[in-house]
Structure formats: C-alpha cells, structure tokens
C-alpha cells in the first residue's frame, strides 16, 4: 500500500515540480528509469514468490540504476553511447518481460 | 535465503504453481492492507522512480533541440542538414532560371500582341471595317450643266491617296477602300453597288494641307471638275468623323505567300 502510494506521490511531484533534466545527466536518465523498472518488477516478484527482502530491494536498486549509467557512460566515452544505451535497454527489457511473466503466473494463474 | 536476487530465482515448476500461487496472492493483499515497516523503504525507492520517469517523459515530451544529443550525432545531423541545404539552393536557382525565362516569355508575347494589335487596327482603318476619326478636308462637288465625269472623280482619289489619305467616305454612305469601284449611272454615280447623286461630299482623313494642295494642282481634279460645269467647295476640318464602313471580306483566291 506504501508501495503504491510512493509511486502516485513521485508522479505527482514530477507533475507539480517539473524539473530540468541536468545537460549531463540527459543521456542517462532513461536508463536509470528502465533499470529502476526492472529492479522494481524483481522484487515485486520476489514478493509473490515471499522472499522478498527490502534490503536486497535497495541494494539491486541502486546497484541497477548505477551500473546502466556506468555502462552507458563507458559506452560514451568510447564512442558507442549510442549502441550500448540500445544494449542494456534491450538486456533490461528481457529481464523485465520474463519477470512479468513470472508475476502474471502467481496473480492470474495463467 | 536461497538467492539474494530476487530476479534470479528459478521458474517454479508448473505442478508446484497452485499453491505458491495462493501464497503469493494472499501475501500481496495482505501488503495492501496491511503496510509494514520495510514498505515504508520501498515506497521512498518507488517515488523516486516515478518522480524520474515523469521527468524523462516530460523532458521527452517538451524537449525536442539537440542539448543531449551526442557529438557524432550532431555532426551527422549537421552535416544532412547541409546537404538538404544544398538541394534547396539548387531548387531555388533552377526555379529562378524558369521564372526568369518565363518572365521574358511573356514580355515577349506582351510585345509581339501589342504589335499585332497596332497593325490589326491600321488594317481595319486601311480596310474600312472600322470608323474612323481625324484631321482632314470636306470636298463638296455639286454638279453643273450635265453629270461629273467618272474619270475626274477617279482622278481626285487616286490625287487624295498620293497626298496621304488615310480613310474616305462618300456622302456618309460609302468607304473608299483599295476593291472600291465607281461607275456612271444613270441619275448619279454607282460607287461599289450603291447609287449616289449630286451633291457628292467627299470626306477624307489626312493631313489637311497636303491634300487641299493635291486637289488644287494646274490642271488638277477641282479644275477638272470646273471645266466640267461642277462646283467644288473644299473646306478644312480638324476632326471629322468618318462612320460608314464595310463588312469583312474573304478573299477566295488570293493567298498569302
């Protein structure tokens, strides 16, 4: 329930607040989304499966959200920014997929 | 705890799936209505998720210049925008070119219409189609003892066109045109098909001066004419109206060459 409301009181500060994007940070954000997305679709299916732990939530939290910037970051430097944002959106999009599924199986048996 | 990853546990076996099922579900109600300290954390972790993805999104939405692009894609960017420049001057040139060919065209036909135009109204004045107005000289011929002579009357026109005439009408009735033809008759003169008596007013658009003085040679048309019995009276006249004129003909055998 705190979950939830936590995620409706984020959407409505970005709504209310509106900030910029810093110019360095543009690259990265979306992937720290997507990465934060998929840490969250994990431990929502660790809880299904009850071994959900809040502190292996936080910590593959931030860990996911840091390590897609880190990579993204490399990739800029080394001149495939673009190529490996693709990657890890691609990587993270699987994981984010098999723990739908995953999810779907324990709330519709199906 | 069996795997600290919670994404990385094994997919439960299908024949397992009932129970772990209702264990899940029952456990995500109960979260629902019963919130626990550890959510408290998770809550947090969740806004700043979605606090960052409205963010992006809006930052999608709105943001459409090349502040975060990269460096290699600006210049790929740049450098399409260059040649999509190019071709648009290109175009520009080669629709400038048209238009200015086109504009001379049209100057061109603008002339070329403005002549023919000039040249069909000389015609028509030349042809008798149209009336005609100007400067020129009345000539009076009133008969005498007897009926004037159709020589002296051809003579005073071929006298009027060699000094300049440049339309002739004959009692207000018919145009001396180059077929014009003038024959004796009985009672008057017969010039192309219609019959005129005595007196004859010739009017005649020139310059006044020049035709009085072809008229008025030794041995000229007045003087034959007065030889002849006839009066002739010639007056001068700044404007004079000449109205009659003839229907177009079509030549049947002549040709242009």
Redesign the interface.
């Known amino acids: 329930m705190i979950a939830a409301l936590g995620l409706l009181v984020g959407v409505v500060l970005g709504l209310i607040f509106t900030p910029d994007v810093p110019p360095g940070l543009d690259p990265y954000l979306p992937i720290a989304v997507v990465a934060a997305l998929d840490a969250v679709f994990g431990a929502l299916r660790a809880y299904l499966e009850g071994i959900f732990d809040d502190k292996v939530f936080v910590v593959s939290f931030f860990s996911n959200v840091v390590i897609a910037a880190a990579i993204v970051y490399l990739g800029d430097k080394l001149g495939v920014g673009g190529q490996l944002s693709t990657g890890v959106i691609v990587v993270l999009g699987i994981r984010i997929f098999s723990n739908v599924a995953q999810i779907r199986r324990y709330v519709f048996h199906a | ?7 990385q ?1 094994p ?2 076996e299908p024949t397992e ?2 129970s ?2 209702e ?3 029952q ?2 109600r109960a ?5 626990s300290r ?19 999104v ?3 939405n709105t ?1 459409n210049t090349f ?2 692009a ?1 460096e ?2 600006l210049v790929d960017v740049l450098s399409g925008l260059a040649v999509t420049s190019q071709h648009a001057q290109n175009d520009i040139n080669r629709l400038e070119t048209t238009r200015r060919q086109l504009e001379q065209n049209k100057r061109d036909q603008t002339a070329a219409l403005e002549a023919a135009q000039r040249q069909a109204e000389e015609l028509s004045i030349l042809a008798g189609l149209v009336p005609a107005t100007g400067p020129g000289i009345r000539v009076t011929i009133t008969e005498g003892r007897g009926p004037v002579d159709v020589d002296s009357v051809l003579d005073t026109i071929e006298e009027l066109r060699s000094a300049g005439a440049e339309a002739m009408q004959v009692n207000g009735k018919v145009r001396l045109v180059a077929q014009s033809a003038v024959e004796s008759a009985p009672g008057g003169l017969r010039i192309d098909g219609t019959l005129l008596t005595s007196p004859y007013v010739l009017d005649v658009i020139g310059d006044p001066h020049t035709l009085q003085g072809a008229l008025s040679l030794v041995d000229g048309p007045i003087a034959q004419f007065q030889d002849a019995g006839a009066t002739v009276d010639v007056d001068q006249e700044k404007a004079l109206d000449i109205t009659a004129v003839r229907k177009p003909t079509t030549s049947q055998f002549a040709q242009p060459q």
């Open positions: 705890m069996p795997d600290p990853t919670p994404d546990t997919e439960p799936a009932g772990a099922d264990a899940g579900r456990r995500l979260a629902l209505l019963q919130p550890g959510q408290v954390v998770v809550g947090v972790l969740l806004a700043a998720l979605g606090f960052a993805a409205i963010t992006q809006r930052t999608n943001d502040a975060g990269r290699s894609d």
